[in-house]
């Protein structure tokens, strides 16, 4: 019984020295100290990306305008008319965005028609845009411009699904007894 006890004991002291190594940093098999990390490359700085959003006259007419509107890195633009003097607010890009209805756009020249003014008026557009990021640019871009009066005596104009509009012109050179 002694022997017995004796190589209980010697077999407890090997699991014990095996335990007491299994836990230490070193480990049994693995003497090499844990690999380090490599260490992640500095992300490179991404580009400013330039914008650019401008707007021309190209014609007015009597109760229509074409502009040119020149836009880089614009995705989305709207605008706002107003007659010239009537608003002294300062629209800003989420103002004219709120009140309007957003178009697409491409990068480069785009042509906005806006109908529907009235003959002889001055107008002030504003044109304000949404970067490609979906952020307002905060600048905008404004044109001025006048509508010409009628000139024929009769003009028919605003022609639609629903109906028209004239305006007649009654000569003022001639009098009748």
């Known amino acids: 019984m002694k022997k017995f006890i004796y190589n209980l004991s010697r077999i407890a002291m090997m699991f014990a020295v095996v335990a007491m190594v299994a836990c230490s940093d ?3 098999v693995n003497n090499d ?12 700085p991404t580009p400013e990306l330039e914008f650019k959003l401008e707007a021309e006259l190209v014609k007015a007419g009597t109760s229509t305008a074409e502009l040119k509107l ?5 995705g989305q633009y709207a605008y706002s008319v107003d007659e010239a003097g009537a608003n002294n607010q300062e629209l800003t890009p ?3 965005f709120a009140l309007g209805t ?4 491409k990068d480069g020249d785009n042509t906005v028609v ?3 003014l009235a003959p002889g008026k001055s107008y002030v557009v504003t044109f304000a845009g949404a970067t490609v990021e979906d952020e307002f640019y905060e600048k905008t871009a404004k044109v001025e411009l006048t ?3 009628f000139t024929d005596e009769l003009t028919i104009y605003d022609v639609n699904y629903s109906g028209f509009s004239m305006h007649f012109n009654f000569p003022t050179d001639k009098v009748q007894p």
Do not use: A, H, R, V
């Open 33 to 44: 100290p844990e690999p380090k990390p490599e260490p992640k490359p500095e992300p490179e």
């Open 114 to 116: 806006i109908e529907g």
């Open 147 to 149: 509508t010409g009066q």
């Open 70 to 74: 020149t836009t880089l890195n614009i």
């Open 94 to 96: 989420d103002i004219i």
């Open 102 to 105: 957003s178009y697409e756009c």
């Open 26 to 28: 070193e480990g049994l």
